[in-house]
Nanobody, 127 residues
Framework: QVQLIESGGGLVQAGGSLRVSCVAS????????TAWFRQTPGEGGREFVA?????????YYADRVKGRFTISRDNAKNTVHLQMNSLKPEDTAVYLC???????????????????WGQGTLVTVSS
Protein backbone atom coordinates (compact mmCIF):
# COMPACT_ATOMS: atom_id res chain seq x y z
CA GLN A 1 0.00 0.00 0.00
CA VAL A 2 0.88 3.64 -0.38
CA GLN A 3 -0.08 6.57 1.78
CA LEU A 4 -1.74 9.50 0.02
CA ILE A 5 -2.00 13.17 0.91
CA GLU A 6 -4.07 15.62 -1.13
CA SER A 7 -3.58 19.35 -1.38
CA GLY A 8 -4.67 22.32 -3.45
CA GLY A 9 -8.33 22.62 -2.61
CA GLY A 10 -9.96 25.96 -1.97
CA LEU A 11 -12.62 28.44 -2.99
CA VAL A 12 -12.96 29.48 -6.62
CA GLN A 13 -15.59 31.29 -8.65
CA ALA A 14 -17.59 29.53 -11.31
CA GLY A 15 -15.65 29.44 -14.55
CA GLY A 16 -12.34 29.48 -12.74
CA SER A 17 -9.59 26.89 -12.45
CA LEU A 18 -7.94 24.96 -9.67
CA ARG A 19 -5.35 22.21 -9.46
CA VAL A 20 -5.41 19.57 -6.75
CA SER A 21 -2.47 17.29 -6.13
CA CYS A 22 -1.88 13.92 -4.50
CA VAL A 23 1.50 12.90 -3.13
CA ALA A 24 2.22 9.25 -2.40
CA SER A 25 4.64 7.73 0.08
CA UNK A 26 5.42 4.18 1.13
CA UNK A 27 5.57 1.42 -1.50
CA UNK A 28 5.89 3.85 -4.41
CA UNK A 29 8.36 1.61 -6.26
CA UNK A 30 5.54 -0.74 -7.20
CA UNK A 31 3.23 -0.15 -10.15
CA UNK A 32 -0.05 1.45 -9.03
CA UNK A 33 -2.88 3.22 -10.74
CA THR A 34 -4.35 6.38 -9.26
CA ALA A 35 -7.81 7.89 -9.42
CA TRP A 36 -9.71 10.89 -8.16
CA PHE A 37 -13.15 10.59 -6.64
CA ARG A 38 -15.34 13.24 -5.10
CA GLN A 39 -17.86 13.26 -2.32
CA THR A 40 -20.44 15.96 -1.89
CA PRO A 41 -20.69 17.27 1.68
CA GLY A 42 -23.69 15.70 3.36
CA GLU A 43 -23.86 12.77 0.95
CA GLY A 44 -22.30 9.38 1.43
CA GLY A 45 -21.45 8.21 -2.06
CA ARG A 46 -18.14 8.62 -3.86
CA GLU A 47 -18.30 9.66 -7.48
CA PHE A 48 -15.52 8.66 -9.86
CA VAL A 49 -13.90 11.70 -11.50
CA ALA A 50 -10.76 10.59 -13.35
CA UNK A 51 -8.18 7.82 -13.38
CA UNK A 52 -4.67 7.35 -14.74
CA UNK A 53 -2.45 4.36 -15.30
CA UNK A 54 0.98 3.93 -13.75
CA UNK A 55 2.57 4.67 -17.14
CA UNK A 56 0.59 7.89 -17.42
CA UNK A 57 -0.37 6.98 -20.97
CA UNK A 58 -3.91 5.80 -20.25
CA UNK A 59 -6.55 8.03 -18.68
CA TYR A 60 -10.30 7.86 -18.17
CA TYR A 61 -12.78 10.57 -17.24
CA ALA A 62 -16.34 10.73 -16.00
CA ASP A 63 -18.65 12.26 -18.60
CA ARG A 64 -19.46 15.15 -16.27
CA VAL A 65 -15.85 16.38 -16.28
CA LYS A 66 -14.62 15.29 -19.69
CA GLY A 67 -13.10 18.19 -21.57
CA ARG A 68 -12.77 20.30 -18.41
CA PHE A 69 -10.53 18.23 -16.13
CA THR A 70 -7.11 16.75 -16.88
CA ILE A 71 -5.33 14.12 -14.80
CA SER A 72 -1.56 13.70 -15.00
CA ARG A 73 1.22 12.12 -13.01
CA ASP A 74 4.92 12.58 -12.28
CA ASN A 75 6.29 9.31 -10.96
CA ALA A 76 9.65 10.87 -10.20
CA LYS A 77 7.83 13.02 -7.63
CA ASN A 78 5.23 10.39 -6.68
CA THR A 79 2.58 12.96 -7.52
CA VAL A 80 -0.70 12.95 -9.41
CA HIS A 81 -2.41 16.19 -10.38
CA LEU A 82 -5.98 16.98 -11.33
CA GLN A 83 -6.26 20.22 -13.29
CA MET A 84 -9.82 21.50 -13.15
CA ASN A 85 -10.96 24.20 -15.58
CA SER A 86 -14.33 25.81 -16.26
CA LEU A 87 -15.46 24.88 -12.78
CA LYS A 88 -19.17 24.81 -11.97
CA PRO A 89 -20.94 25.06 -8.62
CA GLU A 90 -21.90 21.40 -8.98
CA ASP A 91 -18.20 20.52 -8.88
CA THR A 92 -18.18 21.50 -5.20
CA ALA A 93 -17.06 18.45 -3.22
CA VAL A 94 -14.32 16.85 -1.21
CA TYR A 95 -11.85 15.45 -3.73
CA LEU A 96 -10.24 12.18 -2.72
CA CYS A 97 -7.18 10.55 -4.20
CA UNK A 98 -7.02 6.75 -4.34
CA UNK A 99 -4.48 4.19 -5.52
CA UNK A 100 -4.33 0.48 -6.16
CA UNK A 101 -1.84 -2.06 -7.48
CA UNK A 102 -2.20 -2.49 -11.22
CA UNK A 103 -0.29 -3.25 -14.40
CA UNK A 104 1.43 -0.20 -15.90
CA UNK A 105 -1.28 0.27 -18.52
CA UNK A 106 -4.37 -0.27 -16.38
CA UNK A 107 -6.76 2.41 -15.17
CA UNK A 108 -8.81 1.59 -12.07
CA UNK A 109 -12.33 3.00 -11.92
CA UNK A 110 -14.08 1.21 -9.09
CA UNK A 111 -13.58 2.03 -5.40
CA UNK A 112 -13.30 -1.68 -4.56
CA UNK A 113 -10.15 -1.93 -6.72
CA UNK A 114 -8.40 0.87 -4.85
CA UNK A 115 -6.96 0.03 -1.46
CA UNK A 116 -5.28 3.30 -0.49
CA TRP A 117 -7.22 6.50 0.10
CA GLY A 118 -6.30 10.01 1.14
CA GLN A 119 -8.31 12.19 3.51
CA GLY A 120 -9.48 14.52 0.77
CA THR A 121 -9.29 18.20 -0.03
CA LEU A 122 -12.33 20.48 -0.23
CA VAL A 123 -13.09 22.32 -3.45
CA THR A 124 -15.82 24.95 -3.28
CA VAL A 125 -17.09 26.64 -6.44
CA SER A 126 -19.19 29.75 -5.88
CA SER A 127 -21.79 30.95 -8.36
Amino acid sequence: QVQLIESGGGLVQAGGSLRVSCVASGRTSSSYATAWFRQTPGEGGREFVAGISWSGVHTYYADRVKGRFTISRDNAKNTVHLQMNSLKPEDTAVYLCAAGSATPSSVLLHPDDLDSWGQGTLVTVSS
